[in-house]
Each structure stands twice: as C-alpha cells, then as structure tokens.
C-alpha cells in the first residue's frame, strides 16, 4: 500500500477501539449502565472510553485585500488549497491552536482578531472554527503539512481546488462580511450533500 492509500484508509481516523488503551484487553461495544448510547468498555478494568467531536482550529489570515491559502502536501485532499488549520491539542485554547496551525502550516505572523465562524460538521463528528487574523509581514515559510502558502485576492481563490467546504464555507461568510463592511460571528452547519444549510449569523455586539 502507498502511503497516499494507507492515509486515505486512515482518514478520518478509526473512532472506536479494539483493545483497551488502559490495560490492553479487548474491548466490548455496548451501552453501559445509567448510559443511553453505545461505548467502547473493558470488562477487565472497567474503562468506559468515550469519544466526543473532534475540534478543528484554523484562521483567515488577511493581508491588506488578500487571504492566505496553502496548499495541502498531505492527504486528504493533497494538492487542494486550504485555509491553515487543524486539529487542537490537549491544553490549549482554541485561539491558541488557530495561531499555532496558522504558524505550522504557513509560518506566517499573525495578529488573531476575535472569532469568525463555528462550523458543526456532524456527520463526520467535527466542529471547525475560524477566527479572523491579521499578517504582520508576507514572508511565509510553509511546514511539511503544506506544498506553498500564497496570497490571494477575492477574485482570485481557487473555489473550485478548495480542500475542504468548512473552507469555502468560512471565505465565502468572510468576502460577505467584508463587503457589507461589518464582520458578525457566524454559526452553521454542514450537512452531508454539496450545499452548505443557511447561515444563523449573531449580529456583532
Ligand atoms: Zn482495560
């Protein structure tokens, strides 16, 4: 297997578990006790391991007119352009984490400005989020995550090589904003299908 196949395979990452994490006996699949849904138990150490949505923490760094874009170097969706953005880890805020992807995959300096779209993606049992931030220079040094990270004006983003709809989704909400002159905090979500459900903005306080 390539390691392109065995990412996809990969992708996303297996949820429920085999063997228990704690002790490393198998796992049994049923809803515990004074519980109303299905979980992963260990009948050896009585572990109950849980799994909840994952976050996925990204910016809209903006450049004068522009917004920076990188190119995927890895699967999924290798070679499509994505706002920087990715998983958060144990410890930190969300802010944090969207300056840290912003950072990993573009190396660009940012400003974060305050909150700009929460993004429930359910059937993949996501939440993304996007705050908006601003480049203090346009030197950018892409990590291994991204093949280039470039500048784009409005005209001019690849709509049809985005990665991901939570990406179209969020530029789409931003070119919006930033054309009636006022940027709002904006929650949707995402269904399965090819078309985003309308927006629920919060009008800015
Ligand atoms: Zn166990």
Redesign the pocket.
């Known amino acids: 297997m390539t390691a392109s196949a065995r990412a996809l395979t990969y992708f996303p990452a297996p949820r429920s578990q085999r063997?228990?994490?704690?002790?490393?006996?198998l796992?049994t699949r049923r809803i515990p006790d004074d519980d109303n849904r299905e979980r992963d138990l260990?009948?050896?150490?009585?572990?109950i391991h849980y799994q909840n949505p994952r976050m996925v923490l990204g910016t809209i760094p903006v450049w004068e007119k522009q917004v920076l874009l990188c190119r995927r170097a890895i699967e999924p969706r290798h070679g499509y352009w994505t706002l920087p953005a990715g998983f958060m880890e144990l410890g930190e805020t969300t802010a944090q984490g969207a300056a840290r992807e912003t950072q990993e995959e573009a190396g660009a300096r940012i400003e974060m400005g305050p909150l700009f779209a929460v993004l429930d993606i359910p059937h993949v049992d996501q939440v993304h989020i996007f705050y908006l931030a601003r480049l203090t220079d346009v030197e950018f040094e892409p990590g291994p995550e991204s093949l280039e990270a470039r500048l784009f004006d409005e005209d001019e983003i690849p709509w049809d090589d985005l990665a991901f709809r939570s990406v179209s989704t969020a530029l789409r909400l931003f070119f919006a904003d930033r054309e009636r002159g006022v940027f709002q905090i904006h929650s949707d979500t995402l269904l399965r299908g090819p078309e985003p459900v309308p927006a629920v903005s919060t009008p800015a306080p």
């Open positions: 063997y228990c994490s704690q002790c490393g006996n796992l260990c009948d050896h150490c009585g572990a």
